[in-house]
């Protein structure tokens, strides 16, 4: 009897775990925005934008929900020169292959959503929202700005909780052994499924999709993001400055 029960326990955790990666039920978005100066300061790259743009749109559960839906960019032409300047593709600026990367692998999932089923209204919807947020503004409006100065992680993370009411996540640079500071690499800022803030959450699947997500591109290892860490001094890249730091001298 014992035996059973332990077996009908394993069972049904097996099963839900199962359910929980082939339903693809997704309960928040994930909008997440990158620091060109930093990305390009990993990756080389020779972006000279003086704002934060988007890196993605992606649901909290899935990955590749529907692999025969294909990226067609004449589908979103009107939404192009838009695209371009708040979700450029940081590494190929003239190319469409980050936005195909984007709805191959998180498009196809959140588009089990009426309001995002297409292309058009999954991209738009994630514009829309990026202008509505006003990540930049909102960080200007708490003095934070670029600087060669450090910022706490708790001043940054307040400035955000007072404009949005809700927790935001923040990503670094790892930084390496020894080196006693972070740079701000990624701000996720998250909403539900009527499009409402609210709290990102550090949960086993945004986790493993941050990790997976760093650069899609590239095939060689770099230190990628992580969750800063609220011990360190952030650094906030002025778009000027040269680069600083042991871990970028190590690419
Ligand atoms: C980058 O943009 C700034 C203004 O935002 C400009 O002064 C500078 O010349 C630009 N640098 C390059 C390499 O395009
Ligand atoms: C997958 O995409 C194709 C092409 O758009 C569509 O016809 C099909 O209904 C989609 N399948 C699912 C399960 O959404
Ligand atoms: C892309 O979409 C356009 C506009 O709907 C259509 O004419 C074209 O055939 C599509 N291309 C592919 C490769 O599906």
Redo the contacts with the bound molecule.
């Keep these: 009897m014992k035996t059973l029960t332990v077996f009908l326990c394993l069972g049904y955790v097996l099963v839900s775990s199962v359910d929980q990666y082939t339903r693809h039920d997704w309960t928040k978005l994930i909008l997440t925005h990158h620091w060109p100066k930093t990305f390009c300061t990993m990756e080389h790259c020779?972006a000279?934008f003086?704002y934060w743009t988007l890196h993605g749109f992606w649901p909290n559960v899935g990955n590749e929900c529907n692999s025969s839906w294909h990226f067609n960019a004449s589908l979103i032409e009107d939404l192009l020169p838009e695209m371009k300047t708040f979700w450029p593709d940081l590494l190929k600026p003239a190319s469409t292959s980050f936005w195909k990367h984007e709805w191959q692998k998180h498009g196809t999932c959140a588009a089990k959503d009426e309001d995002l089923n297409s292309q058009h209204k999954y991209f738009s919807k994630a514009l829309e929202l990026y202008h509505k947020l006003d990540l930049n503004g909102v960080l200007k409006k708490s003095q934070i700005v670029p600087s060669e100065k450090y910022y706490k992680l708790a001043d940054l993370e307040e400035g955000i909780i007072n404009s949005y009411g809700v927790t935001p996540k923040i990503q670094c640079v790892l930084q390496l052994k020894g080196s006693d500071t972070q740079t701000l690499g990624q701000i996720e800022i998250c909403v539900d499924k009527q499009f409402q803030l609210t709290d990102c959450e550090k949960t086993t699947d945004e986790l493993q999709i941050t990790d997976n997500e760093v650069l899609p591109f590239l095939h060689r290892s770099h230190p990628g993001f992580t969750v800063c860490d609220p011990s360190v001094p952030v650094y906030y890249p002025p778009?000027?400055a040269t680069p600083r730091g042991k871990h970028f001298l190590r690419l």
């Design positions: 020779s000279n003086s778009v000027t």
